[in-house]
């Protein structure tokens, strides 16, 4: 298996404009989970999904970031408008029965700039 | 709910030398504990994890740890260090059959000097 597929691997865009992430997680996870990485904040859990279903968004900052996944193997996170303090790298993570200890897999990230 | 602390945010270490990276936990209930490790511009891949049974666990590269539930820590050390373990290492906690997600600490950055 290639592992987390994340795309793309860099952007970088002005504020205002519309900022779509994906991820393809390992085939046969049944949770994916998206954080964001920050100098200042470490790494923050945003939303994960369980058999494609939003459990928890609890993490995502303000309505102006939204997430959703439409199968097994597609997810995005989508921020609209964009800000600077947007700038960040968001990792997509999956796992499979992440509730009994299973580990997640972690992709190669998306270093987002937003200036 | 569970939390994460690591105490150092940064950890100089000869080449060579041993390392102690710390993490103390806070929960209610029974945790698995983990340790993951960063590379630079990669992201996180598992080191090694205590889910039950014995409290020294054996990981990746060399690295072990230990549960330790009356201190509730779960320290991380290496004996040797290699300029290669250059890294962040997070400690994280999940809750036993109480929360599917991943509590991380904010992570502990090991510098390897020559």
């Known amino acids: 298996d290639a592992g987390v597929i994340q795309s793309p691997r860099h952007e970088v865009t002005e504020m205002g404009q519309e900022v779509t992430l994906r991820c393809k997680p390992i085939s046969g996870h049944d949770y994916l989970f998206w954080y964001r990485q920050t100098m200042m904040r470490g790494l923050e859990l945003l939303i994960y999904f369980n058999n494609n279903v939003p459990i928890d968004d609890s993490g995502m900052p303000e309505d102006r970031f939204s997430a959703k996944m439409p199968n097994a193997s597609f997810s995005t996170l989508k921020i609209q408008p964009s800000e600077p303090r947007d700038s960040a790298v968001y990792f997509c993570?999956?796992?499979?029965?992440?509730?009994?200890?299973?580990?997640?897999?972690f992709g190669p990230g998306t270093r987002l700039t937003v200036l | 709910a569970q939390s994460v602390t690591q105490l150092d945010s940064q950890v100089p270490v000869f080449e060579e030398a041993p390392v102690e990276l710390r993490c103390n936990y806070s929960s209610s209930v029974s945790v698995y504990l983990f340790w993951y490790v960063q590379y630079p511009n990669q992201g996180l891949q598992l080191l090694l994890k205590y889910l039950s049974g014995s409290t020294l666990v054996k990981g990746i590269n060399g690295f072990e740890a230990e549960f330790n539930k009356s201190q509730t820590s779960f320290h991380l050390r290496k004996p040797s260090v290699h300029i290669s373990d250059t890294a962040e290492y997070f400690c994280a906690v999940s809750e036993v059959n109480r929360d599917d997600k991943i509590i991380f600490g904010k992570g502990t950055r090991l510098h390897i000097l020559p």
């Open positions: 993570a999956s796992s499979f029965q992440a509730a009994f200890g299973y580990e997640q897999f």
